[in-house]
Antibody, heavy 121, light 108 residues
Framework: QVQLVQSGAEVKTPGASVKVSCKASGYTFTTYDINWVRQATGQGLEWMGWMSPNNGNAGYAQKFQGRVAMTRNTSVSTAYMELSGLRSDDAAVYYC??????????????WGQGTLVTVSS | SYVLTQPPSVSVAPGQTARVTCGGINIGSKSVHWYQKKPGQAPVGVVYEDSDRPSGIPERFSGSNSGNTATLTISRVEAGDEADYYCQVWDIRGDYVVFGGGTKLTVL
């Protein structure tokens, strides 16, 4: 079955960077995009961007452009999301999600378990 | 940017029908997807492409989309349906994903 397994919780200081991994199994990794979504405590879901494991192309939400990088290593079927210049309001649970094609864009059929990122001095 | 508007909360008694709306300009021209989010758990897709159900999702979950409103309908609501529900679309023009603000479903 499709599984996305994310790396463990991180504690970072303001200004630092965090890199979260998402290991895929149960399907051909290069077939479907990987998206990243975060949720701060008490807040809603916030989409950060997408990455194509096939060619490495990526697209980011305007809010994160210049601060986020989504990459992959196809040899280990793993996607990565690196967020730099961390601020206190970046504290959240970060999810990776597989994007299945829809009539327009895609929807997210499988999700990682989430990675808690804490930002504290 | 495209905005999706959901009511903050919906309350319903067990066995009744819950309707969660998602408003957006001409949303009927877009594909709408719905997710259930429980505390401490990853989101789960419950309806995709307006009205399709992923495998394993009960038939009690259904969706519709027309005009400026998409609706997630949960029939015969159970205590286990209590969760936050989010609608989602892909804005083709800007090539980005939009989530609604979420609706907390409370089962009385």
């Amino acid at each position: 079955q499709v599984q996305l397994v994310q790396s463990g919780a991180e504690v970072k200081t303001p200004g630092a960077s965090v890199k979260v991994s998402c290991k895929a199994s149960g399907y051909t990794f290069t077939t479907y995009d990987i998206n990243w979504v975060r949720q701060a405590t008490g807040q809603g879901l916030e989409w950060m961007g997408w990455m194509s494991p096939n060619n490495g192309n990526a697209g980011y939400a305007q809010k994160f452009q210049g601060r986020v990088a989504m990459t992959r290593n196809t040899s280990v079927s793993t996607a990565y999301m690196e967020l730099s210049g961390l601020r206190s309001d970046d504290a959240a649970v970060y999810y990776c999600a597989r994007g299945l094609p829809a009539a327009s864009g895609s929807w997210f059929d499988s999700w990682g378990q989430g990675t808690l990122v804490t930002v504290s001095s | 940017s495209y905005v999706l508007t959901q009511p903050p909360s919906v309350s319903v008694a067990p066995g009744q029908t819950a309707r969660v709306t998602c408003g957006g300009i001409n949303i009927g021209s877009k594909s709408v997807h719905w997710y259930q989010k429980k505390p401490g758990q990853a989101p789960v897709g419950v309806v995709y492409e307006d009205s399709d159900r992923p495998s394993g999702i009960p038939e009690r979950f259904s969706g519709s989309n027309s005009g400026n409103t998409a609706t997630l309908t949960i029939s015969r609501v159970e205590a286990g349906d209590e969760a936050d529900y989010y609608c989602q679309v892909w804005d083709i023009r800007g090539d980005y994903v939009v989530f609604g603000g979420g609706t907390k479903l409370t089962v009385l």
